[in-house]
């Protein structure tokens, strides 16, 4: 089978960093995929990673350990508008589709 | 400007009536996916499509059915054997499906509500 584990919720303040952790134990591994989805909103793409190491793009960045089955996204300098939902995703195998983890609400308070 | 559409943003339908959502790219994608999401949980893929007139099931298509007509249009039928059709609905789509790093675009969603 296929299992995402994240986080269910996560609280963090202004300007503040937050790591947040998604395992997973596929029967392939062919990439994985950050989204923020706002509440009510649609998912929006944050990043990607198919290689072990470190994705950075701005405030955000995403790493890999293939090994370990494991990824995290870093969010930098924290602002209100980072209140979100964020849901990891992995390609099982070249051709498949995307297995959704449950996402984790992080909440970023004044 | 390019980009995916779904209407209705908001949809009410009485218990045993079938119900169509629309969805609708014009960002030339050949991939276009339908997914259910419930509160406080991931996406699960109900359908996805990679051409025209061909689609696959994903992990619940029970109680659903699709169309590909157009490579523009999926349209997802809710059908009166879906025992629970409460759910927020999500239509995506993406360039090659066969592609690792090509992530999926998603329209604003549908939220259908069965009285």
């Known amino acids: 089978g296929q299992n995402i584990d994240q986080p269910t919720e996560m609280t963090a303040t202004e300007g503040a960093i937050v790591q947040i952790n998604c395992t997973y134990q596929?029967?392939?591994?062919?990439?994985l995929f950050w989204y923020q989805q706002h509440a009510g909103e649609a998912p929006t793409f944050l990043s990607y990673?198919?290689?072990?190491g470190l994705e950075e793009k701005g405030r955000f960045s995403s790493f890999l350990s293939r090994s370990k089955g494991y990824s995290y996204l870093l969010l930098k300098e924290l602002q209100m508008k980072d209140s979100a939902s964020y849901l990891c995703a992995v390609r099982a195998r070249y051709g498949q589709n995307f297995v959704f983890g449950p996402g984790t609400r992080l909440s970023v308070l004044p | 400007d390019g980009g995916i559409t779904q209407s209705p943003k908001y949809l009410f339908r009485k218990e045993g009536q079938n119900v169509t959502l629309s969805c609708e790219q014009n960002?030339?994608?050949?991939?276009m996916y339908w997914y259910r999401q419930d509160p406080g949980q991931g996406l699960r893929l109900i359908y996805y499509s990679q051409i025209v007139n061909d689609f696959q099931k994903g992990d619940i298509a029970e109680g659903y059915s699709v169309s590909r007509e157009k490579k523009e249009s999926f349209p997802l039928t809710v059908t009166s054997a879906q025992k629970n059709p409460t759910a927020f609905y999500l239509c995506a789509s993406s360039k090659f499906r066969d592609r690792t790093n090509n992530e999926q675009f998603f329209g604003p969603g549908t939220r259908l509500t069965v009285l």
């Open positions: 990673n198919v290689l072990d």
């Open positions: 596929t029967s392939g591994f062919n990439g």
């Open positions: 960002l030339n994608h050949d991939a």
